[in-house]
């Protein structure tokens, strides 16, 4: 699926990528946070720093994610593209290696292969990222860019399910964060009824 090799990760955990190859590199971070000073004199040609808060809204004191901010990372990606693949290692991080990190990778994968199926892409990115919750704005500006018709954003609702079901906890973080509307799209295809009861229609994430 992936064209290239790709590691996801947070903050924390950029030390031990050191010494393991990484030939380009993204940076998700906060307006105003430090670049990790490992990392500031990685080659600018195979370095991009994308800055904005991890938000599906805008509102004042926030910079969300735009158009520009997508457009950026896609150019990128042609870039990356361009290099022999197995000469490419690339690593995505943000703050915590969840949101728009694996939004991120889900959106170079998907411009790398429009071919391939929205839910296979998900999949690959929550392999290498089990606890992945892709920011829905990133998502949503990326399909519309890509004229995927939504599709990106209905195989996001079935990672967001699993990583509920196995953490049923999250649903109040994400509420908690202010990411009410990833929640409410879990329950935009339950417009089935039996027995008098919704029911999630077959097939359809």
């Not at 938000?55 to 990128?76: D, K, N, Q, R, Y």
């Not at 906890?169 to 994400?174: A, K, L, P, T």
């Not at 409410?184 to 999630?200: K, N, R, T, W």
Request: charged content about 25%; glycine content about 8%.
């Amino acid at each position: 699926m992936a064209p290239f090799r790709f590691s996801i990760c947070g903050l924390d955990e950029l030390a031990r990528y050191r010494e393991r190859g990484v030939s380009h590199l993204i940076s998700i971070l906060d307006p105003g946070h430090p670049m990790p000073p490992d990392w500031s004199s990685h080659p600018e040609e195979a370095r991009l720093e994308l800055r904005f808060h991890d938000v599906i809204e805008e509102g004042e004191g926030v910079v969300a994610p735009m158009h520009a901010h997508i457009e950026t990372l896609f150019a990128f990606g042609a870039d990356l593209l361009r290099a022999p693949a197995d000469s490419v290692h690339l690593l995505v991080h943000c703050h915590a290696g969840v949101s728009r990190s694996t939004a991120a990778t889900i959106l170079l994968l998907a411009s790398a292969r429009p071919e391939a199926d929205a839910h296979d892409i998900v999949r690959t990115v929550a392999d290498v990222r089990r606890n992945a919750w892709p920011n829905l704005r990133m998502i949503e500006i990326g399909d519309e860019l890509l004229g995927r018709g939504g599709e990106l954003i209905g195989a996001l609702r079935t990672q967001y399910r699993a990583l509920l079901r196995d953490n049923p906890g999250w649903r109040d973080v994400m509420l908690s964060e202010g990411r009410d509307r990833e929640i409410a799209s879990l329950a935009e295809d339950c417009g089935a009824v039996e027995g008098g009861q919704p029911v999630s229609r077959p097939g359809k994430p």
